[in-house]
């Protein structure tokens, strides 16, 4: 078995693999995939400062292998010009006689480390062939009730002894202890500023959105995922210059989500002139499934992985352009009330993601939140909890399953456009209409189709659909957890809102 976009840090060079990179950085040796970029970091004397592996963008451009980055050090471990990178990567640097490790902005090439061992990788597959790392069937039991996927919270593992790195953390080597980098006392992103022109703060994400795309397509990587969702219509909306190098795609399976995401996508080509296709959902052997799971250390057990056949039969050599991390800007967590909340529980936190509460995946929670700095507004507990959860345990991982050399790439992760989006104004983001406002900015011609939702006649077509939307988003959550309760049964919310 091979292991595409893999690395693992330790105290010797990793060989066991043909083809692996293996470069040290002080007295530790950072091995890689031989498909994972590495760029050189220096400072503005020109000393060297570290190393990125993996995909990044940095103001329009898209770095290559061998590339070098001047980057300035600054305070808490983070270059002066980390909410400037975007792309999915692992930053080494040094921090005085140490070294310091942290993850993109979203987790979205996130490892996992192991504190007693002194070791760090893209998963434990990688880990155990170093050193041996014990399964904690406990832990995937308290994850598993009441939802459709399995994948970890707050830094989890299902693995004794074994965390993921999560984004707005520095992991210092000289002590294997992670710390938080973001947000911190008295500092900003701990809530919205009540002063700030949500307008700017939208025009700013979107223009950082649209410079991403750029900076891919001008690399040659035109493949787009097209669905009938925001987050697509987002990613649509920062193209509109840039049509003529453009090729949108959508998956075609056999399920209701799908049909709508065909109709509109099929619309949205028709109607804005998109060169556009239809992919066919090529169904998975379980074999293939099990190599997935096996790639990714059995960190997610998610619907994603029945896309792994679906993904190497069409890989197109390059990188495909994404909406993941959309939603961590537009608050798809939030219910109404929020923004005036003085308090949210662990167990309430965990729900909003239909994570099921127990004493374990309480008690985790409730350790990240011991972390965050005093004077933290709930919505943005919420709305960060979305990045070092969601992003980071289950977008991050679920990247190692796929057998392919190019990952997808997602032009909203960079903490450039979370940061903005956390200082958006708590009675803005309660009005549920960031998303909106994007593509107004850009493209406000596109909204004259409705999102996730037909119209006219096809409303009949998907009347399933349109009877959800007449009941608020926090009922329906209740009620699908009152069914889980019941019925043991997987019902998500999957962010309506």
């Known amino acids: 078995m091979n292991f595409p976009k893999q690395y693992i840090l330790a105290d010797r060079p990793f060989t066991e693999l043909p083809g692996w990179h293996c470069s040290q950085v002080r007295q530790r040796w ?95 597959a990688i880990l155990k062939r170093v050193a041996p790392q014990q399964w904690d069937e406990s832990r995937r039991d308290a994850l598993t009730g009441g939802k459709r996927e399995i994948w970890y919270p707050a830094g989890a593992t299902p693995y004794v002894g074994l965390r993921r790195l999560m984004p707005n953390h520095i992991l210092l080597l000289a002590n294997w202890r992670a710390q938080r980098v973001f947000p911190l006392a008295a500092g900003p992103g701990r809530q919205g500023d009540t002063n700030a022109d949500p307008a700017a703060l939208v025009a700013r994400m979107a223009d950082r959105v649209k410079l991403d795309v750029g900076a891919l397509l001008d690399a040659g990587h035109t493949n787009l995922h097209l669905t009938g969702g925001y987050d697509s219509r987002m990613v649509l909306a920062s193209c509109r210059e840039r049509l003529a190098q453009c ?20 619309q949205l080509a028709r109607q804005f002139n998109l060169s556009h296709r239809l992919i066919d959902f090529e169904h998975a052997e379980q074999r293939e499934k099990d190599a997935w799971l096996q790639r990714t250390g059995r960190c997610v057990e998610d619907h994603v992985l029945e896309l792994c056949r679906t993904v190497r039969v069409h890989d197109c050599g390059s990188h495909e352009i994404c909406g993941v991390g959309g939603e961590a800007i537009r608050s798809c967590l939030w219910f109404r009330g929020d923004g005036a909340r003085d308090r949210i529980s662990a167990a309430e936190l965990l729900g909003r993601d239909g994570i099921p509460a127990n004493d374990f995946s309480v008690g985790i929670t409730e350790q990240w939140l011991e972390t965050l700095p005093a004077g933290m507004s ?12 969601r992003l980071a345990g289950w977008a991050g991982p679920s990247v190692y399953g796929h057998q392919v050399a190019h990952p997808t790439m997602s032009p909203f992760n960079s903490g450039e456009c979370y940061k903005a989006a956390l200082a958006l104004p708590e009675s803005y983001r309660e009005e549920n209409c960031i998303a909106k406002d994007f593509i107004s900015y ?56």
């Not at 950072?30 to 050189?40: F, K, R």
Request: charge should be negative; glycine fraction near 8%.
């Open 30 to 124: 950072l091995s890689t995939a031989p498909e994972l970029p590495l760029v050189q970091i220096e400072n503005a004397a020109g000393e060297p400062y570290g190393l990125l592996a993996g995909w990044v963008i940095f103001r329009g451009q898209l770095l290559q292998h061998g590339d070098t980055l001047q980057l300035t050090p600054a305070d808490h471990g983070l270059p002066l010009e980390f909410d400037e990178l975007g792309g999915r990567f692992l930053l080494l640097l040094h921090c005085g006689d140490d070294v310091g490790v942290l993850t993109d902005a979203g987790g979205l090439l996130s490892p996992v480390y192991n504190t007693e061992q002194k070791i760090l990788a893209s998963t434990p």
């Open 247 to 266: 090729h949108f795609q959508t998956i075609s399976a056999n399920n209701a989500d799908n049909r709508l995401d065909r109709h509109l996508a099929g």
């Open 378 to 389: 709930v919505g943005n507990i919420i709305d960060l909890s979305f990045i070092e959860f």
């Open 442 to 497: 850009l493209w406000p011609e596109l909204l004259a189709l409705p999102i996730n939702r037909a119209s006219g006649v096809m409303k009949l077509a998907f009347l399933k659909r349109e009877l959800k939307y007449l009941v608020p988003l926090e009922w329906r959550e209740k009620l699908f957890a009152v069914l889980r309760a019941k019925t043991g049964l997987r019902y998500n919310t999957t962010y309506s809102r």
